[in-house]
Nanobody, 121 residues
Framework: QVQLVESGGGLVQPGGSLRLSCAASGFTLDYYAIGWFRQAPGKEREGVSCISSSDGSTYYADSVKGRFTISRDNAKNTVYLQMNSLKPEDTAVYYC??????????????WGQGTQVTVSS
């Protein structure tokens, strides 16, 4: 059974940090690009970051560039999203997704269930 499970969300104060994990089971992440997406209440889902399967290329949305870092550990079949200098506008449900194709502008094949990130004082 193909499954992606996110973890690491929670409540954090502005300026704080969180590390999200995306663990895969039922398939090997080695051959998939992984994207992180988020959806805030009343807003459309937006792509945050992605990492390629081949050369480790990464992409970040302007809104998180310089604050978020995506990485992958193929040995653990897990992808991470390190989020620093968090802002209240980062509050959203964060989803990871897997697809053979790299980028954020297309529909991904596999999705996790999401993890809530709330940035508030």
């Amino acid at each position: 059974q193909v499954q992606l499970v996110e973890s690491g969300g929670g409540l954090v104060q502005p300026g704080g940090s969180l590390r999200l994990s995306c663990a895969a089971s039922g398939f090997t992440l080695d051959y998939y690009a992984i994207g992180w997406f988020r959806q805030a209440p009343g807003k459309e889902r937006e792509g945050v970051s992605c990492i390629s399967s081949s050369d480790g290329s990464t992409y970040y949305a302007d809104s998180v560039k310089g604050r978020f870092t995506i990485s992958r550990d193929n040995a653990k079949n897990t992808v991470y999203l390190q989020m620093n200098s968090l802002k209240p506008e980062d509050t959203a449900v964060y989803y990871c997704a897997a697809d053979p194709n790299y980028g954020l502008g297309h529909k991904y094949d596999y999705w996790g269930q999401g993890t809530q990130v709330t940035v508030s004082s």
